[in-house]
T-cell receptor, first 114, second 114 residues
């Protein structure tokens, strides 16, 4: 079993829809969680990070973590065609220290259609 | 622009040839990482360097070597390329202190081994 599981999609939604992207993980030692967005033929870029259970909001994006069920989600409100990308969830063991390595899911491909 | 710079962007190698992928960051980050990205496999860590002067193996180190040349530069070497090493390679860096928990990724090197 992979440490981080993510539905690869593709997920297609109409413009303006609320998008829900999800990841599950198996290692309870994970302490912090990140979402990255990756456009085609580009490097991943950090969207949000959190290291606690609950919700964290940034504009149209909300990251939700449920450590008891080992489940994290990213919600996108009022989705736009420019949100079409692959979304990667990442998890790490600690918040400081250079050796902290992120483990990533395989990514979910999202397409927002006009 | 500040960030992570990777060279080359594209490369085609013949089986058995060697090459070095270059990575440089100008954000004064302590830690640097090399990942490969394959369809259906997500991002997998090859090697990382927690700080200048140290390197450690990641999840898939076989067939690769690395050098942390100085704080800015971290290179990845393929001594004898194999078709299984056809992939997109990403370099990333991260600050080991403060609240900058996320990685900054380069734009990638697309490598094909024939």
């Amino acid at each position: 079993q992979k440490e981080v599981e993510q539905d690869p999609g593709p997920l297609s939604v109409p413009e303006g829809a609320i998008v829900s992207l999800n990841c599950t993980y198996s290692n309870s030692a994970f302490q912090y969680f990140m979402w990255y967005r990756q456009y085609s033929r580009k490097g991943p870029e950090l969207l949000m990070y959190t290291y606690s259970s609950g919700n964290k909001e940034d504009g149209r994006f909300t990251a939700q973590v449920d450590k008891s069920s080992k489940y994290i989600s990213l919600f996108i409100r009022d989705s736009q065609p420019s949100d079409s990308a692959t979304y990667l969830c990442g998890k790490g063991l600690g918040v400081t220290g250079g050796g902290n390595k992120l483990t990533f899911g395989t990514g979910t491909q999202l397409k927002v259609e006009l | 622009n500040a960030g992570v710079t990777q060279t080359p962007k594209f490369q085609v190698l013949k089986t058995g040839q060697s090459m070095t992928l270059q990575c440089a960051q100008d954000m004064n980050h302590n830690s640097m990482y090399w990942y490969r990205q394959d369809p259906g496999m997500g991002l997998r860590l090859i090697y990382y360097s927690a700080s200048e002067g140290t390197t450690d193996k990641g999840e898939v180190p076989n067939g690769y070597n690395v050098s942390r040349l100085n704080k800015r530069e971290f290179s990845l070497r393929l001594e004898s390329a194999a078709p299984s090493q056809t992939s997109v390679y990403f370099c990333a860096s991260r600050s080991a202190t403060g609240e900058d928990y996320g990685y900054t990724f380069g734009s990638g090197t697309r490598l094909t081994v024939v």
